[in-house]
């Protein structure tokens, strides 16, 4: 891990909180994971994305209130201190009264004989999540197909589960995503009169924004893309192609984000600066050589992902203040159907120097990733309806999981495997999961 950040994350992480957080002491997720499920030390990329995880302010959506269980053995601390079964006869109470009863065979069962059509969107950090949400489905007796079957962009994906073709997916990043929600049907109703969002999974964790170089922020005074925008001698570093205008590195087409940069330039007023919009991991590896380079580039990226391993806040780039003081808001500047959700007020200003521009201002309000889903197949699966809510896997669980993933050979087969694992180390969280949904619905 690179200097600066241990400096900086130390006398933070000491006492039991990153700067700025709860002083509630970090939840078990936080504190184990400085070990991979082996038991081994984590490699450099975990841990850097751990302390990166930390800074961004996500231990705290990990983590949760102080009462929610987030890890396989959150209640064994209780559990401990219960009277033993002679102290309270509890010997003698009927077995199907016993508080360890198994009813993993009625569980398993409940979903026999229905078939579930899973998608995924097209972006590799949502992998993880979908994979466990199948597995899990698949413990209650649903027969799942693979997500990866029906890789979507958002603008396909909420047109399959408003037709029927696709129940669910877990890739939701709303509120941009509510735009889509805004698509008129062939009669005449909107996606969103057919779709559900899902309460649940990582609430306000999706951070996003723009980086930069470090070394070239620092060494020409970059503090802001309003800058860029308006001083040509600095629009000129980054004007790549001689046309006289800047250009940065944005989203993938139909990744929701291409319309909100769009939206920005146009509500900022930025006639210097273009967006070049083309797939996200060439982009990337684009990016990564100029930064590494020390050469100028800006860059659209979001956590939590492996990305923010390789172009590292404090340490290759900075995240960049896309205007001190103003924020888009629902005026909709590029006239597109559903343009108001594009509204990222109040942004998000929570790094320090080491790590963002200042005053800092990304300019993007922290996302929630949620589920959606077909209200067909809500209505249809009580036992769906009353189990989504309840699953909330830990961002740093799955951020790492994440990054075990970017290591990997980039198999469907390696993905299933990081997955299963989680839920093997994690069962008796999913099985509360499971319990409850069907205490719920029995």
């Excluded at 006492?15 to 709860?22: H, K, M, Y």
């Excluded at 990744?255 to 939206?263: E, F, L, R, Y």
Aim: hydrophobic content about 40%; proline content about 5%; aromatic content about 8%.
């Amino acid at each position: 891990m690179p200097v600066h950040l241990v400096a900086f994350l130390a006398p933070r992480v000491r006492s039991g909180r990153p700067n700025g957080l709860s002083s509630r002491p970090l939840c078990d997720a936080c504190r184990t994971a400085h070990y991979s499920r082996e038991g081994k030390h984590m490699n450099k990329s975990m841990k850097l994305l751990i302390a990166l995880l930390a800074v961004f302010g996500l231990v705290a959506a990990a983590c949760g209130d102080d009462d929610d269980s987030t890890t396989a053995d959150a209640g064994a601390s209780d559990a401990a201190d219960e009277p033993a079964a002679d102290e309270t006869g509890a010997e003698d109470a009927p077995a199907e009264d016993a508080a360890d009863e198994d009813h993993s065979d009625d569980i398993s069962s409940i979903g026999a004989g229905v078939e579930v059509t899973m998608g995924r969107a097209n972006w590799a950090s949502g992998y993880i999540q979908a994979e466990i949400y199948k597995q899990t489905l698949e413990q209650a007796g649903y027969t799942v197909s693979s997500p990866s079957l029906l890789e979507l962009d958002p603008s396909a994906g909420y047109l399959a589960m408003a037709e029927g073709s696709m129940d669910f997916w877990t890739n939701s990043w709303y509120p941009g995503h509510l735009s889509w929600h805004e698509a008129e049907l062939t009669d005449g109703s909107l996606v969103g009169d057919h779709v559900s969002i899902v309460d649940g999974l990582f609430a306000g964790a999706g951070v996003q924004g723009f980086l930069i170089t470090k070394s070239v922020a620092e060494e020409n005074g970059i503090t802001s893309m309003q800058q860029i925008n308006d001083d040509p001698a600095i629009a000129a570093l980054f004007d790549t192609d001689g046309n006289g205008t800047a250009e940065i590195f944005g989203c993938q087409e139909s990744w929701t984000c291409d319309n909100i940069i769009t939206a920005q330039i146009a509500y900022y007023g930025w006639d210097n600066i273009e967006q070049t919009i083309a797939s996200y991991d060439a982009m990337f590896a684009q990016a990564t050589d100029l930064a590494n380079a020390g050469d100028p580039m800006v860059i659209y990226t979001w956590t939590p992902s492996s990305y923010v391993t390789t172009l590292i806040p404090g340490d290759n780039v900075l995240w960049l203040t896309m205007e001190e003081t103003d924020i888009i808001d629902d005026s909709n500047p590029s006239g597109v159907e559903g343009g108001e959700f594009y509204d990222q007020r109040p942004g998000f200003d929570g790094f320090g120097a080491d790590f963002c521009t200042q005053p800092c201002q990304l300019g993007w309000k922290p996302a929630d990733i949620q589920v959606t889903a077909s209200n067909d197949f809500l209505a249809a699966n009580p036992f769906v309806e009353a189990l989504f809510p309840l699953m909330r896997p830990s961002v740093i669980d799955v951020s790492i999981l994440q990054v075990e993933q970017s290591n990997g050979d980039g198999s469907e087969a390696a993905v299933e495997s990081i997955a299963a694992g989680w839920i093997a180390d994690n069962q008796d969280l999913v099985s509360s999961w499971l319990e409850e949904a069907a205490a719920a619905v029995s």
